[in-house]
């Protein structure tokens, strides 16, 4: 068995697994799965089980299918089935020919359920759903038995095909599986296997007005497709047994095993799909791919790299201990990658005028830029200089205190592979506030260095007035002010109100004219900056993907 992963590599208790079930000739090849149910945009939690499932297929040779589970008519939609498949693939994975719907295996699913019938092991119950939760039971109490449990197969056959023909309305009927009202397990108590709902499904129609439950088709599928491991995060283990119990009682082609592991928390977000859907419906955020939100839509927007998030899931993890992974380890990953292949660029947010006065008016001259000191292959950029210049309004100080080594009054520094500048005044507006800075530059250190060996104590970054490119940049800061957004059970109270700050003159070196949606960039001294699907041809829109501060420190 090969395996394109380094030898030292730790396994995870599930390649353990699989490695141990290939070894014994459990299984000849493995076959994995990733079932999303259409009915919003996958997230960062999506990525890492798609990482899990896709990965472990790619290294041991065998097949990860997607499969849609749309078993549910009323929430699931064709857009969000297109903008699945459209994340998978960017996340970097290919299902090939393994592209398969829970909904085209209704046919076959209805008649194991008429075979569950026909072995006594399924009937059809007529107490309302109100009824069906009253007797139950609790975890402490066990269950009574329905009135209609010992229907016979006769007439469940009857009623179970007449439910299918549209004789009933919603919620008149169910199928029930028949195990043990008195379980332990509140999942083994005779479970729902199938409910009405007169509901237009988006890729059967009006086929059917039966629906089955998630918990009777997802081993059924698994089976349908020969999957040998199934996935699936810890809230599922306590409906193992019933899909163990389906897997024994249905006659289905392959016995597929479930294993559970510990689903990805991310602090200061929310991450299920139905609290996402309120931020996005009610206005909260700007769409299902907003920069500040976890969604893989969201993540791809803001500026992230598919090799940012398979590197942040390699190093989450697969266990199966639930935590609360720290989203500086998500920034981090996504830092590490935009450090060894984004261009560099100089660009200043809050632009402040200088105006060297001993360069000569008309002149320009250019420089010729290394793009990415870490990528000796990313090649040079000619970047304009002229006589007026902008800096960042914070990298000047009238009255510096001690430790404010940028520019100030009379004080020399060196702009950023140009030339060497001293302050020489600070121009007033009648407020008494500074618009405007008097300089001279040291033609000797042209190219960022003196022959004489003096080194200023900062390099500050610039862009030329007369070349600069006006752009938007927006600044995003995390949509929720708690690390634990949920903990006062309102989310929504949570929001931090300047999440996103809209800078809207910035002044861009003229390099990144033209470039293209989802470009990134290091905006020197700044950070990492994406450009923005919004931007025109008149117009650059930038997203900061990531400040260059890393607030996440590497375990040893
Ligand atoms: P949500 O709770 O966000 O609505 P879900 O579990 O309902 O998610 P599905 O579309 O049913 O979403 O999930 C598809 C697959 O992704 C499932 O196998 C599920 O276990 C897995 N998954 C969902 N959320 C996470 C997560 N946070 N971490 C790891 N895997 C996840
Ligand atoms: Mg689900």
């Known amino acids: 068995m090969s395996t394109t992963e380094a030898p030292t590599r730790q396994l995870d208790f599930i390649r353990e697994i699989v490695e141990e079930d290939l070894r014994t000739g459990r299984h000849s090849t493995v076959i994995t799965r990733f079932p999303p149910e259409p009915n919003g945009y996958l997230h960062i939690g999506h990525a890492k089980s798609i990482c899990l499932n896709f990965g472990i297929a790619q290294e041991y040779g065998g097949q990860c299918n997607l499969r849609f589970d749309d078993t549910n008519p009323t929430k699931e939609e064709a857009e969000y089935a297109e903008a699945i498949k459209r994340d998978v693939a960017w996340v970097g994975f290919d299902w090939g020919k393994n592209l398969y719907h829970a909904s085209d295996y209704f046919e076959q699913l209805y008649r194991w359920a008429e075979d569950l019938i026909r072995a006594g092991k399924a009937y ?25 449990r010992y229907r016979s197969v006769e007439e469940n056959l009857d009623l179970f095909r007449r439910m299918r023909g549209g004789e009933f309305g919603d919620g008149a009927h169910v199928l029930r ?22 509901e237009t499904h988006h890729r059967t129609g009006d086929a059917w007005c039966i629906y089955p439950m998630y918990d009777y088709a997802h081993p059924l599928s698994d089976a349908i497709e020969r999957v040998t491991h199934s996935l699936c995060t810890l809230e599922f283990e306590d409906h193992r047994p019933l899909y163990d119990w389906l897997i024994e009682h249905v006659p289905v082609p392959a016995r597929p095993h479930q294993y559970e592991f510990a689903r990805l928390n991310l602090n200061y977000t929310v991450m299920s799909k139905r609290k996402l859907l309120r931020l996005v419906e009610e206005g909260h955020v700007r769409g299902w791919d907003d920069p500040r939100i976890p969604t893989i839509a969201g993540l791809r927007r803001r500026g992230y790299t598919p090799a940012a998030i398979r590197s942040f899931c390699d190093r989450v993890g697969v266990a199966k201990r639930e935590n609360v992974i720290d989203v500086a380890l998500l920034e981090f990953s996504i830092r590490e990658d935009l450090n060894l292949h984004a261009n560099r660029v100089m660009g200043v947010l809050r632009p402040l005028r200088v105006v060297i006065e001993n360069y000569p008016e008309e002149k320009s001259e250019s420089f010729d830029v290394p793009n990415n000191p870490e990528d000796p292959d990313a090649g040079t950029r000619q970047v304009p200089f002229s006589r007026v210049i902008y800096i960042e309004s914070d990298d000047f100080m009238e009255e510096p205190p001690k430790k404010f080594f940028r520019l100030a009054p009379g004080r020399e520094v060196r702009l950023r592979s140009a030339y060497f500048i001293t302050c020489t005044s600070a121009v007033k507006n009648d407020a008494g506030e500074i618009v405007e800075l008097r300089a001279t530059y040291d033609p000797s250190t042209r190219g960022g260095d003196a022959a004489d060996g003096r080194k200023p104590k900062a390099t500050l970054h610039w862009v030329s007035a007369r070349h600069a490119l006006d752009c938007e940049v927006r600044l995003y800061d995390r949509l929720f002010r708690s690390e634990n957004p949920e903990e006062s059970g309102d989310f929504l109270a949570d ?62």
Do not use: W
Not at 184 to 189: A, D, E, F, K, L
Not at 499 to 507: D, F, H, R
């Open 177 to 198: 599986a028949k195990i043990d009202m008195a379980s332990p397990n509140v999942n083994m108590r005779d479970p729902v296997l199938y409910r009405i709902r007169h």
């Open 495 to 556: 929001l931090n109100p300047d999440s996103l700050e809209v800078v809207p003159q910035a002044k861009l070196e003229p390099s990144v004219r033209g470039a293209a949606p989802f470009t990134r960039f290091q905006f020197e001294r700044l950070g990492y900056f994406c450009v923005d699907p919004d931007s025109s041809a008149a117009r650059i829109v930038f997203n900061r993907t990531a400040t260059l501060k890393d607030t996440f420190t590497r375990r040893a």
């Open 124 to 148: 059809v119950d007529s107490l309302s759903a109100e009824e069906i939760r009253e007797l139950r039971g609790t975890l402490t109490e066990p269950g009574k038995e329905s009135p209609y």
